[in-house]
């Protein structure tokens, strides 16, 4: 504005003050009634160059068509002020419960899960490391790892716009989807990207040092989830075939098939070979240390996996309503198919077939819930109840590898044989943004399978040969037989 006012002083008043009095010198009071009119004429164009580049207000038919829009949770009325142009309360509220799900998941869900199957001098560790990874990944997360992968950058990797959640603010939408907070998306993403490397933990139980465990974790991050994350879920990645008409591989993938389950467990898979065998491993028993725990650990997963999977709608509608059911129908018909293989192959339904089972289908039917229908969630849960359970039965004891948890069997075979099923299944019935991917889509999912399995194994022998010569991998045979809990971390789950 200064300038604009000498502008007006120098080259418009004195000609004015000069034709009005026939060149003769104004009078003050003229000279202040002609800078008044100026400035009012300055004023009047500074707020009509304003209201040219402020949005209309909405007409009544388009303040119905965003109520409309809220409701089916579908995209605002485009190029004017919204009168609700925050999240939309109820969709968010969803999605606030979803991410404490998620959360809920973790801790301590999953680390009772694990926690149990332990043995009891180790169960505390099992503890530490679960929350260990939830503060350790919550700081790269907010530092970069939001950024890198949900902002801008190539088909493989976000670029540092957002990073330390930069532009993420709690009342803007559309990061994630219409109605939904963007810090709330972030927060939401923030939990798929703790329980993640989390997983990994079951497969080389009892054995790794808590140190080698964080910088493991640390680097993963970087070289595999960051990525995939990115590539699968981000509008320019590589394999998202919803939201990148430019990509490469069209794939689909609701809440984590290859992203979360493949990752993980392809990666749980190269990191227990190239520990090694525990200790006494196949000459010593090493049962759960608690059924108990086990079960309400699975329990807790299932429920929080209704955050994972319906949450991952974005929104509380239909499409979350169908991720629920599929969700339902699929843990609950793999962990009676998996007790029932038991029974017929060995002799008894164990309750550690049953909680296997309930999680493997929950694992089957995460890249598909909000693709397939009601009908072929069951499938999806007989084919999880049965193909996961031989991994864990028999193909463990064949290659002689120490799963400790079955995280490879559950999750490695589980998020693969799920991302070729939603490629088989997928309907729009279920979900309209498939009718556009049918075409070829088993072909895409192969593809993103394969480069998922690649990426994670190369990725995941490079991070554990470096961390090996950094920090070591491996508890010394003598922590190892008193158990991690007193030598890693001075505490003992249970005393007496």
Wanted: with cysteine; glycine share 12%.
């Amino acid at each position: 504005m200064p300038e604009r006012i000498g502008a007006i002083s120098d080259a418009g008043i004195a000609p004015a003050f000069g034709r009005l009095h026939m060149n003769k010198a104004p009078s003050l009071p003229l000279r202040v009634f002609a800078l008044l009119c100026l400035l009012t004429l300055g004023a009047f164009s500074a707020s009509a160059e304003q209201t040219a580049a402020t949005p209309p207000e909405p007409t009544v038919e388009q303040r119905l068509a965003d109520l409309e829009a809220y409701v089916n949770n579908t995209a605002r009325t485009p190029d004017v002020a919204s009168k609700i142009p925050g999240p939309g309360p109820g969709h968010n509220a969803w999605q606030m419960t979803s991410t404490a799900l998620v959360l809920f998941m973790t801790l301590p869900g999953l680390a009772l899960f694990y926690g149990g199957l332990v043995r009891r001098k180790n169960v505390l560790s099992v503890l530490a490391q679960c929350l260990g990874i939830a503060g350790l990944v919550t700081i790269l997360w907010w530092a970069v790892g939001y950024s890198l992968s949900f902002s801008g950058g190539n088909a493989f990797i976000g670029d540092l716009a957002n990073r330390f959640l930069n532009g993420v603010e709690p009342g803007n939408t559309g990061a994630g989807y219409y109605w939904i907070s963007d810090t709330m998306w972030s927060m939401f993403q923030l939990t798929f990207a703790i329980i993640t490397p989390a997983l990994i933990l079951g497969a080389i139980a009892e054995r790794m040092k808590f140190s080698a465990v964080l910088v493991f974790v640390t680097i993963w991050m970087f070289l595999v989830y960051f990525p995939f994350a990115h590539m699968v879920w981000s509008g320019t990645g590589l394999m998202c075939g919803p939201l990148n008409p430019n990509a490469a591989i069209k794939a689909i993938d609701f809440a984590g098939g290859t992203v979360v389950h493949m990752t993980s467990g392809w990666s749980a898979l190269v990191l227990c070979l190239i520990l090694g065998k525990r200790n006494g491993y196949g000459k010593v028993a090493m049962p759960p240390h608690s059924m108990v725990l086990c079960m309400v650990g699975t329990g807790m997963l299932w429920v929080g996996w209704y955050g994972f999977n319906a949450g991952s709608a974005l929104g509380a509608d239909a499409i979350a309503s169908n991720a629920f059911a599929t969700t339902t129908l699929a843990a609950a018909t793999a962990g009676f198919v998996w007790a029932l293989a038991e029974w017929i192959l060995r002799g008894k339904p164990s309750v550690l077939g049953f909680c296997s089972g309930i999680v493997a289908g929950l694992v089957v039917i995460t890249p598909g819930a909000g693709f397939v229908t009601a009908s072929s969630s069951v499938i999806i849960g007989i084919a999880a109840g049965i193909i996961p359970f031989l991994a864990v039965a028999y193909l463990k004891k064949l290659l002689g590898y120490d799963d400790a948890l079955d995280t490879f069997g559950v999750h490695g075979v589980g998020g693969t044989l799920g991302a070729i099923l939603t490629g088989v299944f997928a309907d729009e019935k279920a979900n309209s943004v498939v009718a556009g991917l049918k075409d070829g889509l088993l072909g895409n999912q192969l593809k993103a399978v394969l480069l998922t399995i690649v990426w994670s194994v190369v990725a995941t022998a490079v991070i554990a040969f470096l961390v090996k010569v950094i920090v070591g991998l491996r508890s010394s045979p003598e922590a190892e037989s008193a158990g991690l809990d007193i030598t890693e971390h001075g505490e003992e789950g249970y005393i007496a």
